[in-house]
């Protein structure tokens, strides 16, 4: 497993800190069967979650593909990519707190009927 850290932004001091991603991929034809094909991530920080995110590189079709994120194996939302769009976001509310050595992880729950849509590009962006 990947440890997690800051993918973007710093800061110090009183100012706020950017929104900083945990980023996940998986490339070719979505399936539901991946087997731990998609790399789990532990947080290296603390924080909080409030955005999670999908864009495809070619969309599904006849149904949506849909997407759940985990923390430490417990589902803490999922993003639906309607068929025929490449991206999709949830915002979280309220907003979900980790800690440094949680274990995020994403689980590819539907895909398209018809084509199933491919290469995914997934983040958890904290807020």
Do not use: C, H, W
Request: hydrophobic share 40%.
């Amino acid at each position: 497993m990947a440890t997690g850290a800051p993918s973007g932004g710093s800061g110090s001091g009183s100012g706020s800190v950017a929104p900083t991603e945990f980023s996940f991929s998986f490339s070719g034809s979505l399936t539901t069967e991946q087997d731990n094909l998609i790399p789990k991530l532990v947080a290296g920080f603390e924080g909080n979650l409030a955005v999670l995110g999908v864009a495809l590189q070619e969309a599904p079709t006849g149904t949506a593909a849909i997407f759940t994120f985990k923390k430490n194996g417990s589902s803490i939302g999922i993003v639906t990519v309607a068929a025929g769009d490449t991206e999709a976001e949830t915002a979280l509310s309220p907003v979900e707190p980790f800690v440094a050595g949680d274990i995020f992880s994403v689980e590819i729950t539907q895909v398209g009927s018809l084509f199933r849509g491919t290469t995914a590009s997934m983040y958890a962006r904290t807020g």
